[in-house]
């Protein structure tokens, strides 16, 4: 497994640290995502949140980006940046994703809001994106394969009639952000990379209501579905080990 780094039960503990933070984080963010907040409102919980857990923010400044938060309301897939005049309304759908270090290790999860009163449709959208990363993260058992993990997630939504997003995938985590492997949202199954005791993976599906095609807006980061149709997002920091996944980015072990 060329480039990907295994870590140890120690190094694990230290990972699920900084996703503790992540997890923190994103509690407070959901807690404040109302009718009549801007996602620019959301940033700043996030900031302050961030320095009282004393842990530094993964996104700010990576390749340029512009703050610690990603909020992506709608249509937009990932990368929305928080603004002030993007204020949230009944019915809308946000995907905060966030990430952080602490003690020299990262942290990356993302999930997607309901804000007020959502339509049947979004609802179920939301959902199915959510149980298609539940079901990747079955598949993160030793001697799998990691196209199992990007069948899993493809085989469920698909039959649901929604479309993975094809142009951005998960990753390896640890000292950096994005490490080795590159972790895709489709398959095939039975291929790719042995998954071993020791693989951290952020597994982050993206999911379309129409079809898969994403284009970048002017800012050089929004991604938004081409066919203006919803997208929802999740995103769990996972970790292989003899005991089946350990999902490091969620407040309860499981």
């Not at 490490?179 to 071993?196: D, F, I, K, T």
Request: charged share 20%; with cysteine.
């Amino acid at each position: 497994m060329k480039g990907i780094e295994l870590k140890t039960a120690a190094q694990i503990a230290k990972l699920r640290e900084a996703n503790l933070v992540v997890a923190d984080v994103l509690d407070a963010i959901a807690a404040a995502a109302t009718v009549g907040t801007s996602t620019w409102d959301l940033e700043i919980v996030a900031r302050r949140r961030l320095k009282e857990l004393a842990a530094e923010p993964a996104f700010l400044g990576y390749r340029g980006y512009p703050a610690v938060l990603c909020a992506s309301v709608n249509n937009v897939i990932v990368h929305g940046i928080p603004r002030r005049d993007v204020v949230l309304k009944d019915g809308d759908i946000l995907s905060v994703d966030f990430g952080a270090f602490k003690n020299g290790w990262c942290g990356d999860s993302a999930r997607t809001l309901l804000i007020g009163r959502v339509s049947e449709k979004a609802a179920a959208l939301v959902e199915a994106t959510r149980i298609s990363l539940e079901r990747a993260i079955e598949q993160c058992v030793p001697g799998n394969r990691l196209g199992d993990v990007g069948w899993a997630v493809q085989s469920y939504v698909e039959k649901r009639g929604y479309s993975v997003v094809e142009q951005f995938s998960g990753h390896g985590i640890g000292r950096h952000m994005h490490e080795p492997p590159q972790v895709m949202n489709y398959g095939p199954p039975g291929r790719g990379p042995r998954l071993s005791v020791g693989m951290v993976l952020a597994i982050e599906p993206m999911v379309n209501e129409g079809g898969p095609e994403a284009v970048i807006e002017d800012d050089g980061w929004t991604a938004v579905t081409k066919d203006g149709s919803l997208s929802a997002h999740f995103e769990h920091s996972v970790a292989v080990t003899d005991n089946g996944p350990l999902v490091l980015s969620r407040a309860s072990h499981g």
